[in-house]
C-alpha cells in the first residue's frame, strides 16, 4: 500500500479552524461535494484534536481511494518556521468515492469525540494517538492476508533502505 503525507503549519501560526479549513481543501477541493459538507460538519471536533496538538505526532488518515494519505501538524516554532510543512496539492482527490478518515486525538477524549463523529459522519471516526487503523478495510484486509503469506507486496524495509 502506498501512503502519502502532508504536513501543514498549525499553531500559532493558524488557528485550529485555519488550519482545520485548509487540510480540507486538499481533502475535498471541490466546494460543493458532500465530502466538503461532511467534512465541515466534523470541523468543532477536528479543530478540538487539532487544538490539542494531536496531529504533531500522530496523522489524520485518509484511506479508501488512491494511496492512503497521512496528514500531520507542525506547532510552535517549528509553524513559525514552517520549513518542515508541505500542504501541496495532491494528483488525486481522497475523497472521491469510499472513503474513511481516522483523527487522533488524547486518550481522555476518545469517548466523547468518537461518539460525536458518529453522530455527524459516517466516514470520519476517532482513535487514540499513536494507534494505527485497525485491519478493517478492504485494502488492508488483502495486505494482511499478502503479509500472512510471505509476499512483501510493495512494503519498504525502512532499516534496509536507511543501512549505509
Known amino acids: 500500500m502506498t501512503v502519502i503525507s502532508r504536513t501543514f ?4 501560526e493558524r488557528s485550529a479552524k485555519d488550519t482545520w ?16 459538507g461532511e467534512l465541515a460538519a466534523v470541523a468543532g471536533v477536528a479543530c478540538s484534536c487539532i487544538s490539542d496538538e494531536a496531529l504533531a505526532e500522530s496523522a489524520v488518515i485518509v484511506h479508501g481511494v ?17 520549513e518542515r510543512a508541505n500542504e501541496s496539492a495532491l494528483s488525486w ?13 488524547l486518550e481522555d477524549d476518545v ?5 460525536k463523529l458518529q453522530k455527524l459522519s459516517r466516514r470520519v471516526s476517532a482513535r487514540t494517538l499513536g494507534a494505527d487503523l485497525p485491519a478493517d478495510s478492504e485494502d488492508e484486509r488483502s495486505a ?21
Open 9 to 12: 503549519v498549525s499553531v500559532p
Open 21 to 36: 479549513d485548509a487540510i480540507v481543501a486538499l481533502l475535498a477541493p471541490d466546494s460543493n461535494s458532500s465530502a466538503r
Open 66 to 82: 488512491g494511496p492512503r494519505l497521512r496528514v500531520y501538524a507542525l506547532y510552535g516554532e517549528d509553524a513559525i518556521d514552517g
Open 93 to 105: 482527490i481522497p475523497t472521491d468515492g469510499d472513503w474513511r478518515m481516522s483523527i487522533p486525538c
Open 111 to 115: 469517548a466523547w469525540v468518537q461518539a
Open 144 to 164: 494482511g492476508a499478502a503479509k500472512s503469506r510471505g509476499d512483501s507486496g510493495s512494503s519498504l524495509d525502512i532499516d534496509a533502505f536507511f543501512r549505509q
